[in-house]
T-cell receptor, first 115, second 114 residues
């Protein structure tokens, strides 16, 4: 119940296209859903995050869509650029004695944007 | 510039040896975390600390130990009991320990076996 399942494992998109990465969770106590971007040899950097009281959050070319009833959330990268090529991780955390402060990460998606 | 500094960037361990990975933050964050990252896998939590002089085991604590004597420092020791230590180790911190707090990461230490 603590898992976050992420798909696809890898993704190739043409420059200017839309990249879509999906995540699903089981634990209904989760109430914070961040996305991280990681370049090779670097630590993950927070990209965008959403809470379940909204269905969508947009920051520039990055949008999170959240479906609370389906327990799914996704990252959309509009007008994908070669500089977006990185590994993306979804994550979830929540309240409760077993969840406090702990981020549960998905397995990661390696995105390649072709010029 | 505030941030998290991990050192060294690369580390090699001999059989039967303990090694210590350093993590320092100047963000004035209360909570700190250690994660392990293996190829094709997400990040797995090793240990976390919500406050100075206190820490809890994460999901894969066996073969690891930590200390939190100062707010800004959270070193991780990989002991000889950890039979498969080769991985990328990431330290993170957050302002508080409750859920919904963004975690900020260092640039990691890559540990390999000699």
């Amino acid at each position: 119940q603590q898992q976050v399942k992420q798909s696809p494992q890898s993704l190739i998109v043409q420059k200017g296209g839309i990249s879509i990465i999906n995540c699903a969770y089981e634990n209904t106590a989760f109430d914070y859903f961040p996305w991280y971007q990681q370049f090779p040899g670097k630590g993950p950097a927070l990209l965008i995050a959403i809470r379940p009281d909204v269905s969508e959050k947009k920051e520039g070319r990055f949008t999170i869509s959240f479906n609370k009833s389906a327990k799914q959330f996704s990252l959309h990268i509009m007008d994908s650029q070669p500089g977006d090529s990185a590994t993306y991780f979804c994550a979830a955390s929540g309240h409760g004695s077993s969840n406090t402060g702990k981020l549960i990460f998905g397995q990661g998606t390696t995105l390649q944007v072709k010029p | 510039d505030g941030g998290i500094t991990q050192s060294p960037k690369y580390l090699f361990r001999k059989e039967g040896q303990n090694v210590t990975l350093s993590c320092e933050q100047n963000l004035n964050h209360d909570a700190m975390y250690w994660y392990r990252q293996d190829p094709g896998q997400g990040l797995r939590l090793i240990y976390y600390s919500q406050i100075v002089n206190d820490f809890q085991k994460g999901d894969i604590a066996e073969g690891y130990s930590v200390s939190r004597e100062k707010k800004e420092s959270f070193p991780l020791t990989v002991t000889s009991a950890q039979k498969n230590p080769t991985a990328f180790y990431l330290c993170a911190s957050s302002l508080g320990a409750g859920g919904n707090q963004p975690q900020h990461f260092g640039d990691g230490t890559r540990l390999s076996i000699l």
